[in-house]
């Protein structure tokens, strides 16, 4: 059984950072692609990150390029997403996902 679990999302002022974390379980986790999603209230789920397999490339929404940084640690099966200068436009749940996998999501607010 495929589980994603997301971790360390938080409410933070605009200007501040945060990491998060993306653990995988039931895959050949270096056998795949992972990407981040984000979903604020009443949108529609927008793509964010994505890093290949070996963590080589990685690949940015123009919204966060230059700010959010996609990373991955195949030996704990772990993808990150550092973000940088959050707005108050990033608030909204990031879901990680290896499809047709998805975590559940958590939480990041940014407000002051």
């Known amino acids: 059984q495929v589980e994603l679990a997301e971790s360390g999302g938080d409410l933070v002022q605009p200007g501040g950072s945060l990491i998060l974390s993306c653990t995988a379980s039931?895959?050949?986790?270096n056998g795949w692609a992972q990407r981040w999603y984000r979903q604020a209230p009443g949108k529609e789920r927008e793509?964010?990150?994505?890093?290949?397999?070996?963590?080589?490339?990685?690949y940015y929404a123009d919204s966060v390029k230059g700010r959010f940084t996609i990373s991955r640690d195949n030996d704990k099966n772990i993808v990150y997403l550092r973000m940088n200068n959050l707005k108050p436009e990033d608030t909204a749940l990031y879901l990680c996902?290896?499809?047709?996998?998805w975590g559940q999501g958590t939480q990041v607010t940014v407000s002051s």
């Open positions: 793509w964010v990150a994505s890093i290949t397999n070996s963590g080589e490339k990685t």
């Open positions: 996902t290896s499809p047709p996998h």
């Open positions: 039931g895959l050949t986790f």
